[in-house]
């Protein structure tokens, strides 16, 4: 692999390979010294055009555990508060020796745009572009659930079950990374959002579409359940445009301890956080013994890891 972009690209056997990985950096996090000297001597930049807590501390932990020298460059209080273009920044960021760069940016797209614009040598990473993809994020779903729901997880995929994704698909990055991925490694996928919630043009996706969280749990067998944050950021006209108010909401397409124990006894809960409790989760729902929720921001830095030593060092072999 040369950039890490979307989910869209990658075949079974390279997100295998990421998912084997992970696991192989999650073992040596549990050891007494965590740090490896695997990038020493790399540069991996973190680019961040929108505002991150979780994910951009996940890829400097990353890196920093693989030894990599890691520059954090945010666009506020940079040039690019007072204009600068992203090929320029590009161009700086090069000039830098830039090994990786870690992007992330309001416009969709513009992850595909450094990787190939020509202005950068290294890899890209894309940690979320607008409304289109967010791939380490779909990678870390993909891992959790494989950990908790496949019995030799080591080479497998997750073919044979069903992930429902509740909530904002129209907004959600990780709604559209994780369709594509959790297709590639065999799960069915069934979204569930309102009508208004769902994105034009859906039908060519990887995926069945209901309309309640209620129909869901009734119709189908879910191994995991993964609730969307309502990204009332991104909506326009207020918080509460695409549905009648946050109540409403809350009792159609909100997890609660009911819905929660209707569910198979082995499945899970998950949440690409941060959560808004009492919307779209209970606190119940979310501190229960069936959450994940935790262990995916934990299992986040494995990936970003392993996403870091297959682009940067290849086959070299971890040391």
Known sequence: MRHLLGTTDLSREDAILLLDTAAQMAATQEREVRKLPTLRGKTVVNLFFEDSTRTRISFEAAAKRLSADVINFSAKGSSVSKGESLKDTALTLQA????????????????????????????????????????TQALLDAFTARRHLVADPTGQGLDGLTVAIVGDVLHSRVARSNVHLLNTLGAHVVLVAPPTLV??????????????????????????????RVQRERMSGGGDAFFPSPAEYSRIYGL??????????????????????????????????RSVIVEQVANGVAVRMAALYLLLAGEEGAQ
């Open 256 to 289: 609660d301890a009911d819905r929660m124990n209707r569910l198979p006894d082995h499945a899970i809960v998950m949440h690409p956080g941060p959560m808004n409790r009492g919307l779209e989760i209970s606190a119940e729902a979310a501190d229960s013994p």
């Open 199 to 228: 994105p034009v043009g859906i039908e060519p996706w990887p995926c069945t579409v209901v309309h309640t969280l209620d129909q869901a749990i009734e119709t189908y067998d879910i191994d995991a359940l993964m609730m969307l």
């Open 96 to 135: 830098m020796g830039a090994d990786a760069v870690v992007v992330r940016h309001w416009a969709s797209g513009a992850a595909y745009q450094l990787a190939h614009g020509g202005w950068l040598h290294g890899s890209v990473l894309n940690a979320g572009d607008g409304t289109h993809q967010h791939p």
